[in-house]
Each structure stands twice: as C-alpha cells, then as structure tokens.
C-alpha cells in the first residue's frame, strides 16, 4: 500500500511541477474509515518532503487517533468561526486560504454543505475558486455522494444522502485515486473501535456498515473509477471524441413523477457511454408562461436545475405534436438512446377511441433509436436495471471508432467576435450584434441568419435560468464553424429570469456536418458550468482581454 501511494504522490508532483493553474486530485472511497483522509495526509507529508509548500484548509479526525497524528507538522490554516442562533460554528477559512496561498491545499470532505451565511454553498464550490486562485486541490469524496447515485443508494443502502454534488465536478478532477479497503477489514476497523465510539459501533454494524450495504457501495466505487479511467483515456488519445449518433436525450413533464429518478438514470447512462446528453422539456400551449399555474412553474423550474447540476444539456421547445417535437430533436442532435417515465394509465374508453400514450406514440414512429421506459411510478420495481441495460449499451458504444480533432474555444474565437454591453440590453440586440461579427467570414447575409436564428428561438429559447445562452444554427454550405461570444454583465432585459444571461455564445457550424455542432455545444456548455470561468469572462472589459483569457485557460 505504501508504495502505491509514494508512486501517486510523486506523480501529483510531477504534475504540480509541469502546471501554473490549480489541480485537481480526489481521494474517492465507498464509506468512512476506509482511509481517504488517511492517505491525503500521508501525500501532504511526502509532498512536503519534496520541497512542496503544503497547507491543511481543513481535515476532519473525527477523533480518530491515527488521522490526528499525521496532522502533526503540516501547517493548518485556522477555521473561520461564526455564531449562529446561539451556537458557534466552524467552517473553512476559504479567504484565509486564498490570502496564504500555498502550492497545495489539503481539503477534507468535498460533498460538505457550509454553514448559513458563507460565500458558497457547497464546500465543492469553495474548490473550484481556490483551484481558479492557482493552487492544487487534493480533497476526500465518498462515492454515495454523487447526485446520479441518490435513487440507487436509497433503494440498495435504504439511505437517503442529504450531501450531494454533481457528477461533473468528478469529472474535473486530473488525477482520482480509489482508497479501498474490503468490507470484511472495514468492520473490523469499525470494531476496534478505530471509525466511530464505541457508543455507535453496533447500531452502525446494524445498519449502514452490514456487509451487503458495503459490498454495494464499494461495487459503486469501482464502476465509477472504471467510467472515469475509460473517459480520461479517451481524452488522452484524441482529446475530443467525435460525437457518434447514440447521444443520450431525457423526455421531461412540468409534474413528471420522480423527474429527478429519470434524471439521474440518464446522467448514468451517458456517463457510461461517454456522450453528451440533453434534457428535452417540451412546452405545449396549455403550459405556456401565461397559463402555467405557479406550482407547476416551480416543480419544472427545479426539474431543470437538476438537468443542468448534472451536466446536461438542457433545451425546451414549444410544440403542440409532443411525439412529433420530440423526434425532430431526435433526429437533429443524433440521439440515439431515449429516456421517458412510464405513461399514466389510460382510461378504456380512451383505448378503445384508439388513442395511444406518449411512449407509444414514440415507439411506432421512430426508427433506429432506443427507447428507455424507466418505471417511475414505483421506485421499488427498477432497482439495478440501469446496471445492466447501461452495460450493454457500454459494450455497443466501445466498438465505435474514436475520431476527432482537438477543438479549442479559442480557435473558434477572435478578439474581433468578442462584444460587451455595459448597459442593459435586448436578445434581438445582441444576435443582431453577434451576427455582424460573423458575417464577414460566410457567405450567408447576415439577415438570414438572423432570420434563422430567432425562427429557432421561438421553436426552443437557447437562453437559460442559469446565466448562459447557445443560440446554434447550421448553415448550408459553411465550411468552417464560427463562434462569437457576447459579455452582458447586467443581463438582457427581455429575458426575465432569476439569474441574469451574462454570457452568449453564437455558434454556426456546417449543416453537412451535425456532429460538429454537437461537439461545439458540449465544449462550451461545460465551460458555461464553470463559474469561475463565467466570472473570469464578465471582469474582461476588452475582446482582446477576453480572449487571452480564454488562451490561457486553455493553456493551463
């Protein structure tokens, strides 16, 4: 074991030596007492011995002897205390750390929720701005806090796992190394007393730590680890892949039951086939935003929140043809694997009038896609079918060759096709603007295309609650993609979300080419999730400063 970890160490240190920007290395394990915290210390302290200028953000001993020694010469940044309804709280010092700047920081507990009243939500987000600061990140994560893993955690570990973060930010992560242990070790560490006193050993034996629940868990853990390496691998060897058509898409209702259930199911199976995927909503005239009841308005509002969290895509287009709107999404992204909850049961007289639910509608029209049916009206009855369905479609997904060149924002982008509004201002406005900036390099006129663009906008808003726009046609005869990139720091007025649009990114790709569109579009959504990024991007007062940004972001 020791040598494993003085070989991961080195190798963290090789990249820390190659890097200027923040990196990212995640001890991940399937429960506590495993070691994760245990090993990240030993690293801080081999670190250290190379010359490394280590610091301790926060580490949680959990009174554990063993974990408490290793603390013992490593500098640790003191934690920010705050009082809260009468009690004193401690949290992570995030502007302590930032001020100290080390070269590493060793910070416990990635999926912890702050205390009231912090900067951040979420401990994970406290990272993502130290990591933007210019210093590495080694951190401890557990895998039952991934959110994708909550409706299966619930149903085989009978837990409901309040701490979650979104799949993505595992995916950030330049180095994960997997802390095991087997369950029969992990209970005999729990007995002797060495994870919990001796006040909760039993109870803890009886229930969370019982060798199905751990078997489980640490079954989890190497599935993950296995998708992880497989996507890294990936990168490494073409570093963008071109998009094949089995892009995975999620069918999603206003009051959908357990939308979530279908969320994290997709989120899975895309991470599993290592494709991009989209949430699908679409708006017909009685859900409209005038007639919408508010209820409603909330559910779906958190519906695609959740998407988003998760990593997808997220797109809503108004039609009144449901099935129809569906698979003209189908056939435009190249979706390849459908996912929808099971239809509400249909009154006979229905029946016998010959009306059909929405899944069979979807399934006597389409040709070549899969349809995934996921039971969302009993939990109970879906268990692990995910596993094995997501297995196969793994295997399918493997025989497809990986192809592609490296795409790079900043190759799409010049200085030139960079605009920022330091007003308030209109979407007709600024696709007008974005237009112009284009159409010096394509033979379409820029009326055209503007046109196009807000036919496309009234058939699906490209312009999200989160703070981001992809408008995106193709264009016949186009031979290059073309980017540009519009800064409105104060919002668009006509777009009345909670969160301001403060970064639209235009995009025009070749129509003989559909998969480079799709390519484009995973490449700066992910981008768009980072808010470091997204704020990096609103402090740029120039097209010029945007764009070194972006150079050196990418250079890093």
Not at 32 to 56: F, N, P, S, W
Not at 520 to 545: D, K, P, T, W, Y
Request: glycine content about 6%; aromatic content about 6%.
């Amino acid at each position: 074991m020791n040598a494993v970890v003085e070989d991961k160490a080195s190798s963290f240190l090789r990249m820390i030596r190659r890097v200027r920007r923040g990196r990212f290395k995640i001890y991940l394990g399937y429960g506590a007492g495993v070691g994760k915290t245990y090993q990240m210390l030993i690293e801080g302290h081999r670190l250290k011995a190379d010359g490394i200028d280590v610091a301790i953000g926060l580490v949680e001993t959990h009174g554990r002897s063993e974990t408490e020694n290793l603390i013992e010469g490593l500098e640790l940044i003191p934690r920010r205390k705050e009082d809260y309804r009468g009690i004193t709280l401690e949290e992570m010092d995030i502007k302590a750390i930032l001020g100290r700047k080390p070269q590493v920081a060793l910070i416990d507990e990635l999926a912890h929720t702050n205390m009231p009243g912090s900067k951040n939500q979420k401990r994970y987000q406290d990272v993502q701005e130290i990591l933007a600061a210019g210093i590495h990140v080694i951190t401890t994560l557990n895998v039952q806090h991934l959110e994708s893993l909550y409706d299966t955690v619930e149903k085989t570990v009978h837990v409901k796992v309040r701490e979650r973060i979104p799949d993505w930010i595992l995916g950030e992560a330049d180095e994960i190394v997997n802390v095991d242990l087997s369950p029969e070790d992990l209970q005999n560490r729990l007995q002797e007393g060495k994870i919990y006193p001796a006040e909760r050993i039993q109870a803890a034996l009886s229930n969370f730590f019982t060798s199905d629940n751990l078997e489980t868990l640490r079954e989890l853990t190497l599935r993950e680890l296995v998708s992880q390496i497989d996507l890294k691998r990936r990168e490494h060897l073409e570093d963008e892949i071109q998009v094949a058509p089995d892009q995975v898409m999620v069918c999603l209702s206003s009051r959908g039951p357990n939308s979530a259930k279908l969320l994290r199911y997709a989120s899975r199976l895309a991470g599993r086939l290592n494709r991009n995927w989209y949430a699908l909503y679409v708006q017909t005239p009685s859900e409209a935003p005038t007639v919408i009841d508010p209820r409603t308005q909330t559910i779906l509002s958190e519906t695609l929140t959740l998407a988003k969290q998760l990593g997808a895509i997220v797109f809503t287009y108004n039609g009144e043809d449901v099935p129809k709107t569906i698979l003209q999404f189908v056939k435009e992204y190249r979706v390849g694997h459908v996912v929808i909850g099971s239809p509400a049961p249909m009154p006979f007289w229905k029946r016998l009038l010959g009306k059909k639910s929405l899944v069979e509608h979807l399934i006597f029209r389409s040709r070549g896609i899969t349809i995934v049916v996921l039971d969302t009206r009993q939990a109970s009855l879906f268990e692990f079918a995910e596993e094995k369905s997501a297995s196969d479609l793994l295997e399918k997904a493997l025989d497809h060759p990986v192809t592609g060149q490296t795409l790079r924002l900043s190759s799409l982008l010049s200085p030139d096709k960079i605009v920022r509004w330091e007003n308030p201002t209109t979407k007709i406005k600024v696709l007008q603007e974005l237009t112009n900036r284009l159409a010096s390099t394509t033979d379409a006129a820029p009326g055209i295309i503007l046109s196009e663009l807000l036919r496309r906008e009234t058939e699906s808003s490209t312009f999200f609650n989160d703070g981001v726009a992809f408008p995106h046609i193709r264009i016949d005869g186009l031979k290059h993609p073309l980017v540009s990139l519009g800064i409105t720091p104060y919002g668009i007025e006509d777009v009345p979300f909670e969160n301001p649009v403060k970064l639209v990114f235009l995009i025009l790709s070749p129509k003989e080419d559909p998969n480079l569109q799709l390519r484009i579009l995973g490449m700066v959504s992910r981008l768009a999730r980072n808010e470091n990024f997204v704020e990096q991007m609103i402090q740029c007062h120039s097209g010029e400063s945007a764009w070194k940004a972006i150079l050196d972001m990418e250079r890093g």
